[in-house]
């Protein structure tokens, strides 16, 4: 089943543009790993220290695995200096009726 993970995360203020470059190299990371769809990076439009990640998987196993990952974690660690809040995870599946036509 196809999985959307939601990564919300909070940053100091002012940092938004040191972290988007690590937030592209954590994306481009993961395009290399097994499973991954697609994702895109939003700013909150009035409050730029908010950050949205969503995530596109072929399934729950293969965010899983990207996510508890070394290489994931070593990325993810990168972030955390300029992090005001912990990163929040919000997974999804897309149910199998979706996939079916009308």
């Known amino acids: 089943m196809i999985a959307k993970i939601i990564i919300k ?17 954590l994306r481009f ?10 994702g895109e990076t939003l700013v909150q439009s009035d409050d730029p220290q908010n950050l949205l990640v969503i995530t596109t998987w072929q399934s729950m196993e ?5 996510k508890n990952s070394d290489r994931r974690k070593a990325l993810e660690a990168m972030l ?11 997974e999804y599946i897309l149910p199998p009726a979706a ?3 009308a």
């Open 62 to 66: 293969s965010w899983r695995q990207w």
């Open 9 to 25: 995360r909070r940053f100091l203020k002012n940092k938004t543009a040191a972290v988007l470059p690590l937030l592209h190299d």
């Open 99 to 101: 996939h079916q036509p």
């Open 29 to 38: 990371a993961a395009m290399s790993v097994e499973g991954y769809i697609s």
């Open 80 to 90: 955390d200096s300029y992090k005001e809040t912990p990163t929040i995870y919000e």
